[in-house]
T-cell receptor, first 117, second 112 residues
Framework: ETGVTQSPTHLIKTRGQQVTLRCSSQ?????VSWYQQALGQGPQFIFQ???????GRGNFPPRFSGLQFPNYSSELNVNALELDDSALYLC????????????????FGQGTRLTVV | GEDVEQSLFLSVREGDSSVINCTYT??????LYWYKQEPGAGLQLLTY?????DMKQDQRLTVLLNKKDKHLSLRIADTQTGDSAIYFC????????????FGQGTELSVKP
């Protein structure tokens, strides 16, 4: 079991609403990455936060935004929800800002299952 | 471009070896990874290989890397029913700050 905790585990939202997902990072890790995993697909990189700054972004629209706090926990916010946003949202914490071998020390949380109706 | 490809399904008998294959596109990836995902769960890092290695063995797991062909494989020896899961390979291009690019996943079904 990893030290990465995501909340909530499941939620249902209506199209057009806004949602905030939370992730607490592993102790000693200063980097959090967020991924979207649609049903039957591999995870897709949304963005990464390193020491409270965005440190890379995937091909997602601006209505996907995030924050990282001084304790390195993180939030993913999605505005104007669309049906296609229904997915498992995974966060991963790692040391070192995503450089070098840091993914070898990354841990994933259990994910938040978001359903948009 | 970024593309990691895997076959979608593999079915084996308990006790047999399983081989899951993957091709990737970015030769700058210093590390290549295999993850396991059980139903309703997050991703578990199984193993990884440094790009200047051809092979890495870790108990029942053997990773083979053909860098020329950008081909990665994961062999699971003596496959057990508990190995039934979805397996993802992933690359992490060096110039993209730690972003992991995943394949679509191979669903491994182990029959008793």
């Amino acid at each position: 079991e990893t030290g990465v905790t995501q909340s909530p585990t499941h939620l249902i939202k209506t199209r057009g609403q806004q949602v905030t997902l939370r992730c607490s990072s592993q102790s000693g890790h200063n980097t959090v990455s967020w991924y979207q995993q649609a049903l039957g697909q591999g995870p897709q990189f949304i963005f990464q936060y390193y020491r409270e700054e965005e440190n890379g972004r995937g091909n997602f629209p601006p209505r996907f935004s995030g924050l990282q706090f001084p304790n390195y926990s993180s939030e993913l916010n999605v505005n104007a929800l669309e049906l296609d946003d229904s997915a498992l949202y995974l966060c991963a914490s790692s040391p070192g800002g995503g450089r070098g071998r840091t993914n070898t020390e990354a841990f994933f949380g259990q994910g938040t299952r978001l359903t948009v109706v | 471009g970024e593309d990691v490809e895997q076959s979608l399904f593999l079915s084996v008998r308990e006790g047999d070896s399983s081989v899951i294959n993957c091709t990737y596109t970015d030769s700058s990836s210093t590390y290549l990874y295999w993850y396991k995902q059980e139903p309703g769960a997050g991703l578990q890092l199984l193993t990884y290989i440094f790009s200047n290695m051809d092979m890495k063995q870790d108990q029942r797991l053997t990773v083979l890397l053909n860098k020329k062909d950008k081909h990665l494989s994961l062999r699971i020896a003596d496959t057990q029913t508990g190995d039934s899961a979805i397996y993802f390979c992933a690359e992490s291009p060096d110039n993209q700050g730690g972003k992991l690019i995943f394949g679509q996943g191979t669903e491994l079904s182990v029959k008793p």
